[in-house]
Protein backbone atom coordinates (compact mmCIF):
# COMPACT_ATOMS: atom_id res chain seq x y z
CA UNK A 1 0.00 0.00 0.00
CA UNK A 2 2.77 2.61 0.60
CA UNK A 3 4.38 1.77 -2.16
CA UNK A 4 1.05 2.37 -4.40
CA UNK A 5 0.57 5.69 -2.25
CA UNK A 6 4.06 6.66 -3.46
CA UNK A 7 3.39 6.11 -7.03
CA UNK A 8 0.11 7.70 -7.10
CA UNK A 9 2.23 11.05 -5.25
CA UNK A 10 4.47 10.52 -8.12
CA UNK A 11 2.37 10.38 -11.45
CA UNK A 12 0.37 13.67 -10.10
CA UNK A 13 4.13 15.13 -9.48
CA UNK A 14 5.90 14.00 -12.81
CA UNK A 15 2.59 14.82 -14.73
CA UNK A 16 4.79 15.98 -17.64
CA UNK A 17 7.04 13.20 -17.81
CA UNK A 18 6.67 9.82 -19.73
CA UNK A 19 7.91 6.71 -19.21
CA UNK A 20 8.50 4.24 -22.15
CA UNK A 21 8.41 0.64 -22.13
CA UNK A 22 12.36 0.22 -20.72
CA UNK A 23 11.30 2.42 -17.29
CA UNK A 24 13.10 5.39 -19.70
CA UNK A 25 11.64 8.67 -17.96
CA UNK A 26 11.07 11.36 -20.97
CA UNK A 27 10.18 15.13 -20.56
CA UNK A 28 9.78 17.45 -23.44
CA UNK A 29 11.62 20.54 -23.27
CA UNK A 30 11.15 23.65 -24.80
CA UNK A 31 13.91 25.29 -25.73
CA UNK A 32 16.97 23.01 -28.50
CA UNK A 33 19.70 20.54 -26.82
CA UNK A 34 21.90 23.70 -25.62
CA UNK A 35 19.73 26.01 -23.90
CA UNK A 36 17.60 22.84 -21.80
CA UNK A 37 21.16 21.62 -20.82
CA UNK A 38 22.31 24.85 -19.85
CA UNK A 39 19.03 24.94 -17.51
CA UNK A 40 19.55 21.53 -16.53
CA UNK A 41 23.04 22.35 -15.39
CA UNK A 42 22.34 25.48 -14.04
CA UNK A 43 19.22 23.56 -11.74
CA UNK A 44 21.57 21.04 -10.78
CA UNK A 45 24.20 23.29 -9.34
CA UNK A 46 21.29 25.77 -7.76
CA UNK A 47 20.08 22.52 -6.04
CA UNK A 48 23.70 22.31 -4.39
CA UNK A 49 24.50 18.97 -6.20
CA UNK A 50 27.85 18.57 -8.51
CA UNK A 51 28.21 17.91 -11.93
CA UNK A 52 30.81 16.09 -13.51
CA UNK A 53 30.53 15.63 -16.23
CA UNK A 54 28.53 17.15 -19.24
CA UNK A 55 29.53 14.51 -22.90
CA UNK A 56 28.43 16.19 -26.41
CA UNK A 57 27.70 13.31 -28.10
CA UNK A 58 27.04 15.03 -31.13
CA UNK A 59 29.95 17.03 -31.14
CA UNK A 60 32.01 13.44 -30.75
CA UNK A 61 30.29 12.11 -33.38
CA UNK A 62 31.31 15.29 -35.47
CA UNK A 63 35.02 14.71 -34.45
CA UNK A 64 34.68 11.17 -35.92
CA UNK A 65 33.21 12.16 -38.92
CA UNK A 66 29.73 11.04 -38.68
CA UNK A 67 26.58 12.81 -38.08
CA UNK A 68 24.13 12.78 -35.23
CA UNK A 69 21.33 15.03 -33.84
CA UNK A 70 22.32 16.58 -31.02
CA UNK A 71 22.60 14.23 -27.97
CA UNK A 72 23.87 15.75 -24.69
CA UNK A 73 24.58 13.91 -21.04
CA UNK A 74 24.95 15.55 -17.71
CA UNK A 75 26.65 13.37 -14.97
CA UNK A 76 25.66 14.45 -11.61
CA UNK A 77 25.47 13.85 -8.04
CA UNK A 78 24.98 14.53 -4.64
CA UNK A 79 26.92 12.39 -2.11
CA UNK A 80 24.10 12.56 0.64
CA UNK A 81 21.55 10.33 -1.84
CA UNK A 82 24.06 8.20 -2.89
CA UNK A 83 26.45 7.37 -0.69
CA UNK A 84 23.66 5.29 1.66
CA UNK A 85 22.81 3.47 -1.73
CA UNK A 86 26.21 2.70 -1.82
CA UNK A 87 26.83 1.24 2.06
CA UNK A 88 23.68 -0.32 1.13
CA UNK A 89 25.48 -2.06 -2.05
CA UNK A 90 29.29 -1.44 -3.29
CA UNK A 91 27.68 -2.19 -6.50
CA UNK A 92 25.50 0.83 -6.72
CA UNK A 93 28.58 2.99 -7.87
CA UNK A 94 28.38 1.46 -11.13
CA UNK A 95 25.10 2.95 -11.52
CA UNK A 96 25.47 6.56 -9.79
CA UNK A 97 25.75 9.33 -10.24
CA UNK A 98 22.94 9.78 -12.09
CA UNK A 99 22.30 10.74 -15.58
CA UNK A 100 20.45 12.71 -17.94
CA UNK A 101 19.87 12.55 -21.48
CA UNK A 102 19.40 15.60 -23.46
CA UNK A 103 18.26 15.13 -27.15
CA UNK A 104 16.47 15.91 -29.92
CA UNK A 105 14.37 13.42 -31.88
CA UNK A 106 13.90 12.50 -35.49
CA UNK A 107 10.81 15.02 -35.83
CA UNK A 108 13.07 17.85 -34.21
CA UNK A 109 11.50 17.68 -30.66
CA UNK A 110 13.99 18.19 -27.45
CA UNK A 111 13.48 15.63 -24.70
CA UNK A 112 15.06 15.05 -21.19
CA UNK A 113 15.42 11.09 -20.09
CA UNK A 114 16.73 9.20 -17.27
CA UNK A 115 16.12 6.40 -16.06
CA UNK A 116 13.46 5.72 -12.93
CA UNK A 117 16.62 5.26 -9.78
CA UNK A 118 14.48 1.79 -8.54
CA UNK A 119 14.64 0.61 -12.19
CA UNK A 120 18.49 1.34 -12.20
CA UNK A 121 19.52 0.09 -8.85
CA UNK A 122 16.17 -2.96 -9.23
CA UNK A 123 19.39 -5.39 -9.73
CA UNK A 124 21.33 -4.87 -6.50
CA UNK A 125 20.77 -7.41 -3.64
CA UNK A 126 21.71 -4.57 -0.99
CA UNK A 127 19.22 -2.25 -2.37
CA UNK A 128 16.00 -2.23 -0.72
CA UNK A 129 13.07 -0.96 -3.08
CA UNK A 130 11.96 1.06 -0.47
CA UNK A 131 14.67 2.94 0.34
CA UNK A 132 14.12 6.76 0.95
CA UNK A 133 17.16 7.49 -1.16
CA UNK A 134 15.56 5.87 -4.16
CA UNK A 135 12.53 7.99 -3.56
CA UNK A 136 14.78 11.23 -3.00
CA UNK A 137 16.58 10.64 -6.10
CA UNK A 138 13.63 10.29 -8.06
CA UNK A 139 11.92 13.66 -6.67
CA UNK A 140 15.43 15.30 -7.87
CA UNK A 141 15.31 14.14 -10.79
CA UNK A 142 11.44 14.83 -11.42
CA UNK A 143 12.27 18.56 -10.34
CA UNK A 144 15.39 19.10 -12.07
CA UNK A 145 14.08 17.98 -15.57
CA UNK A 146 10.61 19.76 -15.15
CA UNK A 147 12.77 22.62 -14.14
CA UNK A 148 14.86 22.29 -16.93
CA UNK A 149 11.99 21.30 -19.58
CA UNK A 150 10.69 25.05 -18.72
CA UNK A 151 7.47 23.51 -16.95
Not at 33 to 42: E, G, K, N, P, S
Given at each position: MKQL???????????GAQASDDDIMRV???????????????????AGATVFARV???GGAE????DLAASQLLVF???KLGTPAMQDDP???LFL??????YEDAEGRVWLAYEDPEETLDDLPGINDDA????????????LTEKAAGK
Open positions: LAGLALAVMAQSAQGDVTATMDALQAAVEGDHASAGMGNPLAGPLKVLVGYIAKMRMALIK
